[in-house]
């Protein structure tokens, strides 16, 4: 895999990069996570001639901090759009994941430059996240929901990259539509992400992740955007994000079946077809 670092302004973004031809842009969840959580998923894309960039956000993975001051999401929404003026990229799709969602709206409000929207494990507003709490209460099986609400509990104490990459191994059975199956032990040992902490507790601490209620604005992006959802995400649950179907003029969605908040790793046949039956026709 290939890596460079990308100046958008006051920061150089570091990018995981493969492959060449029509750009993806790669949002990561987290926040504190990085653009290797994409990989594997996102290779079949390579194949396909695409090039996929995955930067770390400003403060996350191997991009530098800056200002904490400008850790917010439309500051990252902005330096996706200093990276695609850097790198002169044309025809670009934006795909977001997870917190990577929220960027990518705010991009997509503030700017609105990509050809293609892909909003995925997505929330049409902030309070869809009171769901959690929700999902918390009666996850099962009951031998790990404690170990679970632990792990979300202390997303804005965490104090070490060690303490957060056990965090999200603790949390995974959350994420994933079967929380005893083999994925869960397979997600956590091909984990790559060099952790930010101190990101993390930045955006953890209010609740609501950074996230803005962009609804409004999204009238007036007249970009084709799928919306890509799990059927069982206790996360971003899939009736938030239909909500922004009233909203994006030019909108496709697909629930995938039998999956959480993981689909590039709990359903990639279904997930690739969808997204690449998209980027086909847009």
């Not at 799709?93 to 909003?119: E, K, N, P």
């Not at 404690?146 to 104490?157: G, K, L, R």
């Not at 077809?273 to 026709?281: G, P």
Request: glycine share 10%.
């Amino acid at each position: 895999m290939g890596e460079m670092r990308v100046s958008v302004g006051d920061i150089d973004l570091y990018v995981h990069e493969r492959g060449a031809g029509r750009p993806v842009v790669a949002l990561h969840g987290g926040p504190g996570l990085d653009g290797s959580v994409w990989f594997p998923g996102l290779d079949p894309l390579v194949d396909l001639g695409y090039r996929v960039l995955a930067p770390d956000h400003r403060g996350n993975g191997r991009s530098d901090g800056g200002d904490p001051a400008r850790w917010t999401v439309p500051q990252m929404a902005d330096d996706v759009e200093a990276l695609i003026g850097a790198l002169s990229l044309e025809d670009t799709v934006v795909i977001g994941w997870s917190f990577g969602s929220f960027v990518t709206q705010s991009h997509m409000a503030r700017h609105g430059t990509a050809s293609a929207y892909v909003l995925m494990g997505t929330i049409a507003e902030p309070g869809a996240l009171a769901n959690v709490e929700h999902e918390l209460a009666v996850f099962e099986p009951e031998s790990l929901s404690a170990q679970v609400a632990a792990s979300w509990a202390n997303e804005a104490t965490v104090d070490t990259p060690e303490e957060a990459k056990q965090l999200l191994a603790d949390q995974m059975p959350f994420h994933v539509a079967d929380p005893t199956g083999p994925l869960v032990a397979q997600l956590n040992a091909a984990d790559r992400v060099v952790y930010r902490p101190d990101v993390l507790r930045h955006f953890a601490a209010g609740g609501e992740y950074g996230m803005l209620d962009l609804r409004e604005d999204l009238r007036g992006v007249g970009k084709p955007t799928l919306i890509l959802s799990g059927a069982n995400d206790r996360t971003t649950p899939a009736a938030s994000a239909h909500e922004l179907t009233a909203f994006l003029p030019q909108c496709e969605e697909i629930v995938i079946q039998d999956c959480a908040h993981m689909m590039p790793y709990e359903q990639p046949a279904a997930f690739l077809a969808a997204l690449t039956a998209f980027l086909e026709r847009h």
